[in-house]
T-cell receptor, first 112, second 112 residues
Framework: DTGVSQDPRHKITKRGQNVTFRCDPI?????LYWYRQTLGQGPEFLTY????????KSRLLSDRFSAERPKGSFSTLEIQRTEQGDSAMYLC??????????FGDGTRLSIL | SQELEQSPQSLIVQEGKNLTINCTSS?????LYWYKQKYGEGLIFLMM?????EEKSHEKITAKLDEKKQQSSLHITASQPSHAGIYLC????????????FGPGTRLSVLP
């Protein structure tokens, strides 16, 4: 049973650079979610796809954040012009129809 | 303000002891989910509770949702070092997964 896969596991970049993360959900799951988690906090919901449609994006943190799921399979989360405050763990989760969500191991982003 | 509160914030117990973690919601829940997270890793789904008064058990972990569906407890019997980690409760506000919120987490340490 292949779980949710995220790539890369770690990303270190300089402030101002663009970064892109990839998430491969469990194959039969039609829903895909992105979260951000900072130290000592629970995950914070960012956005949600059902198949290729992005049904909720109002909670993306700023217009520097965008996400895509072009064919309803894998998804990418891009952060443009990174800032120090973007340093966090970015988690992806997937589910079939309703919950529960199954999570990947996350991408840890560090901004120098 | 947090829509989900957890108590205690952290907990240190001796191996073999029982413990309880609480999760309180500011409003009625459609569903309450318990996850476990080890440092630097993704979330592992433990249990889902949807009905008032519902109780579920898995191995030595029991979770219960109160009748009013605003509070849940997670109880671990005879704790082991493998139980150590961060326990997070998550709430589904609209039953579609688009409005999912996590509590801040409870950090559990189990001393051998």
């Amino acid at each position: 049973d292949t779980g949710v896969s995220q790539d890369p596991r770690h990303k270190i970049t300089k402030r101002g650079q663009n970064v892109t993360f990839r998430c491969d959900p469990i194959s039969e799951h039609n829903r895909l979610y992105w979260y951000r988690q900072t130290l000592g906090q629970g995950p914070e919901f960012l956005t949600y796809f059902q198949n290729e449609a992005q049904l909720e994006k109002s909670r993306l943190l700023s217009d520097r954040f965008s996400a895509e799921r072009p064919k309803g399979s894998f998804s990418t989360l891009e952060i443009q012009r990174t800032e120090q405050g973007d340093s966090a763990m970015y988690l992806c989760a997937s589910s079939f129809r309703s919950l529960p969500q199954h999570f990947g191991d996350g991408t840890r982003l560090s901004i120098l | 303000s947090q829509e989900l509160e957890q108590s205690p914030q952290s907990l240190i117990v001796q191996e073999g002891k029982n413990l309880t973690i609480n999760c309180t919601s500011s409003k009625t829940l459609y569903g309450l989910y318990w996850y476990k997270q080890k440092y630097g890793e993704g979330l592992i789904f433990l249990m889902m509770l949807q009905k008032g008064g519902e109780e579920k058990s898995h191995e030595k972990i029991t979770a219960k949702l109160d009748e009013k569906k605003q509070q849940s407890s997670l109880h671990i019997t005879a704790s082991q070092p493998s139980h150590a980690g961060i326990y997070l409760c998550g709430a589904d506000w609209d039953n579609y997964g688009q409005n999912f919120v996590f509590g801040p987490g409870t950090r559990l340490s189990v001393l051998p």
